[in-house]
């Protein structure tokens, strides 16, 4: 594929929240391209998102670029992508957010993956009033940011509500005592997911015997498994950052701890991560946005063009996948809209209605577009469906564990 194109620009300039759109030289020229803008986490501990989408947004742009760019006011301009690397931090991600509008003249802004990085670029584009679409974000802990309503700001990915059904469902497809130790960190994702898990436990037929909460960044967990193992749980449903993850299960081989199932949310969605772990996470499940078999538009072609580059199918695949699709979203609303004036393409965003790599997108009212999630597992570079978008079994689960064997 066509050699992605990266600018890093180090932001020196702080600025006030309330500045708007208005203050930059935003679109340039019918002579300059039309420049798109994003602040990603190709460092830091959430990199393979941001490594993954950048692929995807630049898929998208490199495409509209070889059909001659897009039209706008009656001319036709090239696209730009200008990206900076937050390093999955979110004060950074924020300021860049204001500096890629404000300094490189982006129109409009694709968004970093994970609600601790989307949520601040989210509300610095409503404060500029500039459009935006996040993906790779939860919508609960999205929407929960703003109570008041997104205006600028869109997000299409899975739903928390039925997510977190994936978890009790792919667990009934094996046997187990239907005990559940729960292991959600303080970010906004576990919150909310550990919220609907341990009030959902009971009506699929579970119970929560231990519910372990640390914050992000946490290395031991030494406490913590002991409490789980001793509670006799043999489900074990955990959200974490990839190398708390990593942590998670180094001390669950030290204490022997095997559950029968392990669900590693977040950190189980990072490619290749059997191998990160040193082979701890062969058999780990997760739910996911992107398997074989779920039958979305473009799944074969997006898997030839990129399985060998992200080491099987799985969610940096996935990531890709969703990457352009929000991509194209964007450059579609641009091209629908006819100018680069905001609100303009908001609405065209707004009425996105299509079939796209990552699904079936439409918009609903509060700026948001649910996608099913699905239950996978890591079989060696691959994550494998076992539980499809309707709920059903799509192949065995290998239990227990077989990373902790």
Not at 13 to 38: H, K, N, R, W, Y
Not at 375 to 393: E, K, M, P, R, S
Request: charged share 20%; with cysteine.
């Amino acid at each position: 594929m066509t050699a992605f194109r990266r600018t890093v620009v180090a932001s020196t300039i702080v600025l006030a929240l309330g500045l708007t759109a208005g203050c930059s030289a935003a679109g340039g020229s019918a002579d300059d391209p039309v420049v798109l803008g994003a602040s990603l986490p190709l460092t830091g501990p959430l990199q393979a998102f941001g490594t993954s989408l950048e692929v995807g947004y630049q898929l998208a742009v490199d495409e509209i670029n070889e059909a001659g760019g897009i039209t706008v006011d009656g001319v036709a301009r090239e696209l730009a992508l200008e990206i900076q690397d937050n390093a999955s931090t979110p004060e950074t991600a924020s300021e860049q957010a204001r500096d890629l509008v404000l300094e490189s003249g982006a129109v409009a802004l694709l968004g970093p993956a994970t609600p601790p990085l989307s949520i601040p670029v989210s509300l610095a584009a409503e404060q500029l009033k500039v459009p935006a679409i996040m993906t790779i974000t939860p919508i609960q802990a999205w929407k929960g940011a703003n109570p008041e309503g997104w205006k600028y700001a869109f997000d299409a990915f899975f739903d928390e509500v039925q997510m977190t059904d994936t978890q009790f469902q792919a667990a009934d497809l094996v046997e187990t005592n239907k005990k559940v130790a729960l292991f959600t960190d303080l970010e906004e994702d576990g919150i909310v997911m550990g919220g609907l898990w341990a009030d959902k436990a009971e009506s699929f037929g579970y119970e929560i015997v231990a519910h372990e909460e640390f914050p992000v960044g946490n290395t031991n967990f030494s406490a913590q498994v002991s409490e789980a193992k001793a509670s006799g749980a043999e489900v074990v449903i955990a959200q974490v950052i990839p190398p708390d993850g990593i942590a998670l299960l180094r001390e669950m081989k030290a204490q022997g701890y095997q559950p029968e199932v392990l669900f590693l949310e977040k950190a189980g969605n990072t490619g290749g991560y059997p191998q990160l772990s040193d082979g701890l996470a062969d058999g780990v499940l997760a739910a996911n946005w992107y398997a074989e078999g779920m039958g979305l538009d473009r799944e074969a072609d997006f898997i030839a063009d990129f399985a060998e580059q992200t080491g099987g199918v799985n969610s940096d695949l996935g990531t890709i996948a969703y990457g352009y699709s929000i991509a194209r979203i964007l450059i579609e609303a641009i091209e629908s809209a006819g100018s680069l004036e905001a609100d303009a393409i908001v609405a065209a965003i707004a009425a996105t209605d299509g079939e796209y790599p990552a699904g079936s997108i439409a918009f609903a009212d509060d700026h948001t577009a649910a996608l099913p999630a699905v239950q996978t597992q890591w079989v060696g570079g691959d994550q494998v469906l076992v539980l499809n978008a309707g709920g059903d079994a799509a192949s065995s689960i290998a239990v227990p564990v077989p990373g902790l064997q």
